[in-house]
């Protein structure tokens, strides 16, 4: 247990860092840490937090830094969050106009960038069931349809397809019209087997189509990114990451693979509210360097993403939690609009 003393001189040192990247000496901690302590006093004082394991002193210094340890109480016990300003909330709200769900989720990925200047991740909504909201079929050439499908959540997928034999347009009318009335709103996958039975209801031998219909639309709402990655390209002109180009190469590998990105956020979902990994807390070896900030947003009152932030561990938590808590936020504003 750290004494209230104690706990002023590691926010301080905690707070000089993030705003230097220099470690921190006892002679400045003297002078800026309001505790009316000698240099030694505070010599003292930082020789039990390096023995707690929340501050450790570089080689080539005679500076302390905070540890992971230390952000972690930092963080959790310590830290003042800023309220946003009424510019930069205007701001988010107007870059997320809710016209269309993709575009909103990627304006909210760049937008993550542009306020924190890290990198800003937005995992996508994905329906394992496989649901949609409407279908049609327009007939381009003899054997070749494009099938418009719309989701749940109002995106617009496109597929087009070759099929065994010609279709006329009242024909394709009729496919999608069946599939519109009957199985709307419901999973791709459970309508395969009951169309089999109920194709007697059609008129003509559109079954073929019908096939051909439900396999790419599954393929369509499955497929596609699930993590949009806005301003990685930040990240190299950190000093944090130093001249290591090995370990920024394996980064970059990170963000391009996205497994472990998503399986990150995915992680992040079932949390109430703003979820923070601070360096190996993430589980993904490439971040130990790094801090992610993560936030899940809604539709209809149900998590289906999140969304977040990577940066370096040296960074201005009370600024970021608040851009990616609020930003989670007007996401799911935008999106219940939309629906």
């Known amino acids: 247990m750290l004494n209230e003393r104690t706990q002023r001189l590691l926010k301080v040192l905690v707070e000089r860092y993030i705003a230097d990247g220099q470690p921190v000496a006892s002679k400045t901690l003297a002078a800026v840490s309001g505790l009316e302590l000698s240099s030694a006093s505070i010599r003292n004082m930082l020789a039990d937090l390096d023995s707690m394991g929340l501050i450790a002193s570089p080689h080539t ?9 230390g952000y972690r109480l930092f963080v959790d ?12 909330l205007a701001e988010i709200r107007h870059s997320l106009q809710p016209d269309s769900p993709q575009r909103v989720l990627q304006a909210a990925s760049q937008m993550l960038s542009e306020l924190t200047h890290y990198a800003g991740l937005v995992m996508t909504p994905q329906r394992p069931d496989g649901a949609f909201r409407q279908i049609e079929f327009l007939r381009l050439s003899e054997r070749r349809i494009l099938m418009i499908l719309v989701t749940l959540e109002g995106d617009v997928r496109n597929h087009l397809f070759n099929t065994a034999r010609d279709y006329s347009s009242s024909e394709l009318i009729e496919a999608a019209n069946f599939l519109n009335q009957h199985y709307a709103g419901q999973a791709l996958a459970g309508v395969v087997g009951r169309v089999e039975h109920e194709l007697t209801r059609l008129q003509g031998d559109i079954s073929g189509l019908m096939t051909a ?25 950190l000093n944090d990451f130093g001249s290591d180009l090995q370990r920024l190469r394996e980064l970059f590998d990170t963000f391009q693979r996205k497994t472990e990105l998503l399986q990150l956020l995915e992680q992040s979902r079932q949390a109430p509210g703003v979820n923070l990994f601070i360096g190996d807390e993430s589980g993904v070896v490439t ?30 938590y009370e600024r970021v939690i608040p851009i990616v808590d609020i930003t989670a936020r007007l996401v799911s504003s935008a999106l219940n609009f939309n629906d």
């Open 213 to 237: 219909a439900i396999q790419f639309g599954r393929q369509s709402l499955s497929g596609g990114d699930d993590v949009m990655i806005s301003g990685e390209g930040n990240l190299l002109h």
């Open 77 to 88: 016990r310590l830290l003042t969050i800023e309220t946003l300003e009424p510019p930069m």
């Open 61 to 69: 210094s005679s500076g302390r830094i905070p540890t992971q340890r």
């Open 287 to 316: 971040l130990d360097d790094c801090s992610v900030v993560i936030a899940p947003y809604r539709l209809n009152g149900q998590v289906v993403g999140t969304l977040g932030v990577v940066g370096p561990t040296r960074m201005a």
